[in-house]
């Protein structure tokens, strides 16, 4: 069935070095895929997509890597920020289907 | 421009009560989303609004759930009886309704904690 899921629940990182948040999932119908932010006491917060025509797109500080062979999705977050800390959610979408599948989420702590 | 709201923010319950919660959504966001996160889960989609038209519900848990829509703007979700396994953090989403995923952005709500005691 479909699934979204993360490979590490926490991750700890030094403030200014890159941040690499992992995401696997299992259907490979999905075409649309999305990184949420969660800060705390706030809902999900959009950062960046993709959708599986592409392999890679970059944002603000942000680059979404998507690699459809091994069904793979990587957030990478270039000189971490302590503001960066929050709960990171990889998510899937078909377009037929509207609603948003998530995976666990990670938790990303920022080391001073 | 405002984002999604939703009310309350808390709400704490004994087993067994009603409760109900509120989202308004974007104006001009024809879908509107409820999702739900129970403790130490994933957020899971409970049902998705299109206007007034209950479009997708194959995410509320039991007949306890209700989810209206009245006019096509605010939504409610009303749990009647709560029971314990229904406490949670309850999002809103709302979305334009392009037809394209990809551009239809959701976007969240802060969400409403639940606890049934």
């Known amino acids: 069935g479909e699934s979204v899921g993360l490979h590490l629940p926490t991750l700890s990182v030094q403030e200014g070095d890159n941040s690499i948040i992992n995401c696997a999932y299992s259907?490979?119908?999905?075409?649309?895929f999305i990184w949420y932010k969660q800060e705390s006491g706030k809902g999900p917060q959009f950062i960046i997509d993709?959708?599986?025509?592409?392999d890679k797109r970059q944002g603000q500080r942000v680059t979404v890597l998507l690699n459809k062979t091994v069904k793979h999705l990587s957030l990478q977050i270039a000189a971490t920020q302590p503001g960066d800390s929050a709960v990171y959610f990889c998510?899937?979408?078909?377009?037929?289907?509207?609603?948003?599948?998530f995976g666990k989420g990670t938790r990303l702590h920022i080391l001073p | 421009e405002a984002g999604v709201t939703q009310f309350p923010s808390h709400s704490v319950i004994e087993k067994g009560q009603t409760v109900t919660l509120r989202c308004d959504p974007i104006?001009?966001?024809?879908?509107l989303y409820w999702y739900r996160r129970v403790m130490g889960k994933e957020i899971k989609f409970l049902l998705h609004?299109?206007?007034?038209?209950?479009?997708?519900e194959s995410g509320m848990p039991n007949n306890r759930f209700l989810a209206e829509r009245t006019g096509g703007t605010y939504s409610t979700l009303k749990v009647q009886p709560a029971e314990l396994e229904d406490s949670g953090v309850y999002f809103c989403?709302?979305?334009?309704?392009?037809?394209?995923?990809?551009?239809?952005?959701?976007?969240f709500g802060p969400g409403t904690r639940l606890t049934v005691l």
């Open positions: 609004f299109v206007k007034e038209s209950k479009q997708d």
């Open positions: 998510a899937e979408n078909h377009w037929r289907d509207d609603k948003i599948i």
């Open positions: 989403a709302s979305s334009l309704n392009t037809g394209d995923a990809s551009t239809d952005t959701q976007y």
């Open positions: 993709i959708r599986s025509n592409m």
């Open positions: 259907n490979s119908a999905s075409d649309y």
């Open positions: 104006s001009g966001h024809d879908n």
